[in-house]
Nanobody, 120 residues
Framework: VQLDESGGGLVQPGGSLRLSCAAS????????MGWYRRLPDYQRELIAH???????KYADFVKGRFTISGEPAKGAIYLQMHSLKVEDTGVYLC???????????????WGLGTQVTVSS
């Protein structure tokens, strides 16, 4: 199973970016996918999540600015980010809650991340 992120980059405060994540490999079922940000201590904080039924949840600090979309059941999600702030800077990781063809459901599937830098 592989999760590939794209779309990161350098943007000025107030700008926009769109991140994409694609899941591939021997996957049986995808239950949900999400975006997290890596913290300095290598923990991860939730940014946004979407399940296979289209239900979404967001971190309070991105509500009204970020929108998660896509078809997680098909392995494709996006994160549209508007009104970016300097404090949004970080490595954004794609997460998958899925069951591989040979294995059990596991929500510990991660991409390598894409860097988002907000700076003037």
């Amino acid at each position: 199973v592989q999760l590939d992120e794209s779309g990161g980059g350098l943007v000025q405060p107030g700008g926009s970016l769109r991140l994409s994540c694609a899941a591939s490999g021997s996957i049986n079922t995808i239950y949900g996918m999400g975006w997290y940000r890596r913290l300095p201590d290598y923990q991860r904080e939730l940014i946004a999540h979407i399940d296979r039924d289209g239900n979404t949840k967001y971190a309070d600090f991105v509500k009204g600015r970020f929108t998660i979309s896509g078809e997680p059941a098909k392995g494709a999600i996006y994160l549209q980010m508007h009104s970016l702030k300097v404090e949004d800077t970080g490595v954004y990781l794609c997460n998958g809650d899925l069951a591989p063809l040979r294995g059990v459901r596991d929500d510990d599937h991660w991409g390598l991340g894409t860097q988002v830098t907000v700076s003037s």
